[in-house]
């Protein structure tokens, strides 16, 4: 079951679902292949992604849980980050501290593995929790990396 739109961006939609079975809550991006498929870069940075996070695993590093397609588009499901874009609680945060700003290890060990997001910005990193005493972090949206 589709909920609220969470984000939206050049490959298509994120949305909020839910199990049906567990009731646990998930992300999930869609893409229509009529869109991607115009683009033939839009197909290989869904590659990308999906070849990075398949093969990579880190604490703040957004964790993909499965891809499905049907005949008009992709979803990939991920986990579900409450907290939402670090660029909407900056916008909020009455101060951001250097050591929030350093909590970064997801992009060290990317970097550590040869990978360059290429495309970091406060809307690829996402908060776990929506408490705003709470900075932990997950990096998103590795499609150019």
Same mark, same amino acid.
């Given at each position: 079951?589709?909920g609220? /739109?969470?984000?939206?961006?050049a490959?298509?939609?994120v949305r909020?679902?839910?199990?049906?079975?567990?009731?646990?809550?998930?992300?999930?991006?869609i893409?229509?292949?009529? &869109?991607?498929k115009?683009?033939k870069i839009? %197909?290989?940075l869904?590659?990308?992604?999906?070849?990075?996070l398949?093969?990579?695993?880190? !604490?703040n590093?957004i964790?993909?849980?499965?891809?499905?397609?049907d005949?008009?588009?992709?979803? %990939? &499901?991920?986990?579900?980050?409450?907290?939402?874009?670090?660029?909407k609680r900056?916008s909020k945060a009455?101060?951001?501290?250097?050591?929030q700003a350093a909590?970064?290890?997801?992009?060290?060990y990317?970097?550590?593995?040869? %990978? /360059?997001?290429?495309?970091?910005? !406060?809307?690829?990193?996402l908060? &776990?929790?929506?408490d705003?005493n709470?900075?932990?972090?997950k990096?998103?949206?590795?499609?150019?990396?």
């Amino acid at each position: 079951m589709f909920g609220e /739109t969470l984000g939206q961006g050049a490959f298509g939609l994120v949305r909020l679902c839910q199990h049906k079975e567990s009731g646990k809550v998930f992300a999930i991006k869609i893409m229509m292949k009529k &869109v991607v498929k115009k683009q033939k870069i839009y %197909i290989k940075l869904l590659q990308n992604e999906l070849s990075i996070l398949g093969e990579k695993s880190h !604490p703040n590093i957004i964790r993909i849980i499965d891809l499905i397609e049907d005949d008009q588009s992709y979803y %990939i &499901v991920s986990e579900f980050m409450e907290g939402g874009e670090l660029f909407k609680r900056l916008s909020k945060a009455q101060s951001f501290t250097e050591g929030q700003a350093a909590n970064m290890r997801g992009l060290n060990y990317m970097h550590l593995q040869s %990978i /360059t997001h290429r495309d970091m910005k !406060p809307e690829n990193v996402l908060l &776990v929790s929506k408490d705003l005493n709470r900075f932990e972090i997950k990096i998103a949206d590795l499609g150019f990396a």
